[in-house]
């Protein structure tokens, strides 16, 4: 196996010292990629200074999915790894990716969180869409044979979030496989401040949307799935009001974000379904561009 890692980071020069370190320790063999964005401390100081890491790609954009894709623009390896910054392999993660790519299109694996009660852990997780089984991946700790990164043209650079779940969907559209193993695993911190991120409903139902129509077009099943969501949702944030956690004000805020999304994502997804209607369903992949790198250090 010649297997290549893509580290995206941004701002993260402490925690991807320690994901990097860690890579040393436990993938010695493999090619490391880091992809840095529009970073103000000092990373790109750090990672030169090293003598493990194999190329450095300066972009500007702050999008990951333009970082994961610049990454595979300069990886070698006939396996490609992404992992994030923040995280660190595991002492059998070498050895479970190899055994899980040998059997399959794609391998992921869980992201061990340290909790002050314990340890968090997740599970694998698919789904039936049209007739179409889609296992999902763990964004932040995955790997793929790079013919099937190539047949969907890697990661949709427009999606700002939800960009492992669209290529996910089209992975499955290609009859790629996906394979889960519990012992790939990769390990974090539970957040710099132990809490929950706001989530951004506009981007939410707007990637939601947009993957959906994009990937298997304005049809009765897909409309089901946002109405369901949404109505999730909605009735989440209700007990949250009636709770008191939530103020009423917040609880419509949130909802024309979510009606603002859908509409938009909707909008947009018909119209990368029309501009790419091969299998690959990527009309802003790797290919639209080539000049995502500013500067690249190669030490290979």
Known sequence: MDLSVVVPTLNGRDRLAGCLDALADHAPEAEVVVVNGPSSDGTTGMVRDRDDVSVLVEIADRRLNVARNAGLDRASGDVIAFVSHA?????????????????????????????????????????????????????????????????????????????????????????????WRGDMSVRGEYGADGGVRDTDWRWKYRALSYRLVKNYGLRPTVVRRLVGHAGRDGIGALRDVADGAVEPSQWFGNGRDVVTGLAVGLKDGVRARWRDRTPARNPNGRADRTDRAVSVYDWR
């Open 87 to 179: 995280l660190a392999v595991e002492h059998d993660w070498y050895d479970a990716l190899e055994r899980g790519i040998g059997t399959a299109d794609a391998v992921t694996g869980p992201t061990h969180q340290e909790l002050k009660a314990g340890m968090t852990t997740e599970s694998v997780e698919s789904t039936t869409i049209k007739g179409r089984t889609v296992t999902y991946f763990n964004g932040d700790n995955a790997a793929f044979d790079r013919a099937a990164l190539d047949a969907v043209d890697g990661f949709d650079e427009y999606l700002r979030t939800g960009g492992a779940r669209d290529l996910a969907h089209r992975l499955a559209g290609h009859d790629f496989e996906v394979t």
